[in-house]
């Protein structure tokens, strides 16, 4: 190949012969694959691995990039203003003063705590993770200069305090954490910090629908892990891969139930699942301990097993564990849902039913997998998943379902009950902001009701409760 810039706009592969450029710029969504016995030769210039909010360019060097004429790596990483990432170094010899002026903090296992970095001159650790937060005020794409890391990586992980150990992918390129092998004092989860939502997202193979990320963790990804001894976790150019997806589900079949809560715009889940080699103890490669950022718009939601919140908590057998007890928690009041999911994995003959423990509530999540409810901050919240029928326990009819025709406009708040349903039932009107704060409280005895309500945002959460019945809504001021 002649020497000349190349600006490579789609997959490379390298293979099998000498390479020359005058400079080589990838752009974010390309990637780079160099085959062992090939080397690709910078003659004049860098190796430009462009990122940005779009996505980051990919290298994976398994045989030789060499630079001559003073050239190197700028491997870039794109990153969003106000607010933390967690960070690692793609490169050997990265120094803290490439975030001069911003905060950069290490993480400690013992404590579980971060201490901010003061020197420019400290070393970045290749497959350590930090977290960093940028005083930009607006995004940014960091740049680290220098020579790429590959082949083995090892990083060296505690069990002193709780176990969490601020890891880093250590390549210019994802890695696929299934291919991973997971040492023996290691849970097999990994979980990301979720700038945009202040909650943490979980993987764990085989989990399927259950978690809540994919296999891939990007280039220059700090990731936590949690440790359940001292030991060493080595990762080579074997785990190393071009490929993301929108979203990883295992095809093999398991029973499932998956409840995603949702409130203040923010979604999260946790799941219980079946599986016959599983204890009801932490299983490090069944289970997924949650861990609970205290962002307050982040709704929780979680079961326990040996006292622990759970994101994934995998179970021996149905029969022996028909009652789940599961706790939400959250830092504002407000209108609140949980979504039942993955119900088709279970046998047809298995009810599934939600209780609401506060509210002597069950409802059938086959027939309703969605409930709404109040809540008032900061208080847990009890819940049970009933894995049997309750059959002599007072539920609601199925004709019981409150069925409202809501809306908003001039000021007035129409709530029309459908075949008068609300005719000595005493309903309970709440009116919520879309940030959770109440509005509005009243009770409901007339069939139409015409409320006056001085509208001055855009969107509005409607929660109608009976004794027997719950009714959630959004409407727009119009």
């Known amino acids: 190949m ?90 050997t010899n990265a120094l803290s003063g490439m975030f001069e002026g911003d905060y950069l903090q290490i993480h400690s296992e013992l404590t579980n705590l971060y201490t901010d970095v003061a020197s420019t001159t400290y070393q970045l650790v290749p497959m350590k993770g930090y977290s960093l937060w940028s005083v930009e005020a607006s995004p940014t794409t960091e740049v680290f ?161 040996e006292g622990r919140e759970m994101a994934i908590n995998t179970l021996p057998a149905i029969q022996d564990y028909e009652i789940v007890p599961v706790t939400f928690q959250a830092g504002k009041a407000g209108n609140y849902t949980i979504l039942a999911a993955e119900l088709g994995s279970f046998p047809a003959e298995v009810p599934v039913y939600l209780e609401d423990v506060e509210r002597n509530y069950f409802q059938d999540l086959r027939a309703n997998p969605e409930y709404s409810f109040d809540y008032q901050a900061p208080e847990a919240k009890a819940f049970k998943v009933h894995f049997k029928d309750v059959t002599g326990i007072e539920t609601p009819e199925a004709g019981a379902k409150l069925a409202v025709n809501c809306f908003l406009t001039n000021d007035v708040l129409h709530v029309n009950f459908l075949n008068n349903q609300a005719n000595n039932q005493n309903a309970t009107l709440k009116v919520y902001s879309i940030t959770g704060q109440q509005m509005l409280s009243r009770q409901l005895s007339q069939t139409n009701n015409e409320i006056p309500f001085h509208a001055s945002q855009t969107i509005y959460i409607v929660n109608i409760t009976t004794n027997e019945a719950n009714f959630s809504t959004k409407v727009s001021n119009r």
């Open 145 to 305: 200069a220098g020579t790429t890391n590959t082949g083995n990586q090892v990083f060296s992980f505690a069990k002193s305090g709780a176990g969490y150990n601020l890891m880093g992918n250590p390549y210019p390129s994802a890695i696929d954490w299934d291919a991973v092998t997971i040492p023996v004092n290691l849970n097999g989860s990994f979980y990301l910090w979720d700038p945009t939502t202040g909650a943490y997202k979980y993987y764990l193979e085989g989990a399927g629908g259950g978690n809540t990320t994919t296999k891939y963790i990007p280039s220059g990804q700090g990731f936590f892990t949690q440790a359940t001894g001292s030991g060493t976790l080595t990762l080579g150019n074997s785990v190393r891969t071009q490929g993301t997806q929108a979203f990883y589900k295992e095809t093999e079949a398991q029973i499932m139930l998956v409840l995603k809560v949702t409130g203040n715009d923010i979604t999260t889940q946790t799941a219980i699942r079946f599986i016959g080699e599983a204890t009801p103890l932490v299983d490090r490669l069944f289970d997924v301990p949650a861990i609970i950022s205290g962002y307050p718009d982040v709704p929780n939601l979680y079961s326990f097993a």
């Open 2 to 91: 002649t020497s000349k810039t190349i600006t490579l706009l789609m997959m490379f592969v390298l293979s099998n012969y000498l390479v020359s450029a005058q400079g080589m710029r990838v752009a974010p969504g390309t990637s780079i694959k160099v085959e062992t016995g090939t080397t690709l030769d910078i003659t004049t210039g860098n190796l430009i691995l462009e990122s940005s909010a779009a996505g980051d360019a990919s290298l994976i060097d398994l045989g030789v990039v060499e630079y001559n004429n003073g050239g190197q790596a700028n491997v870039q990483r794109y990153r969003t203003n106000v607010s933390w990432h967690l960070v690692s170094s793609p490169i």
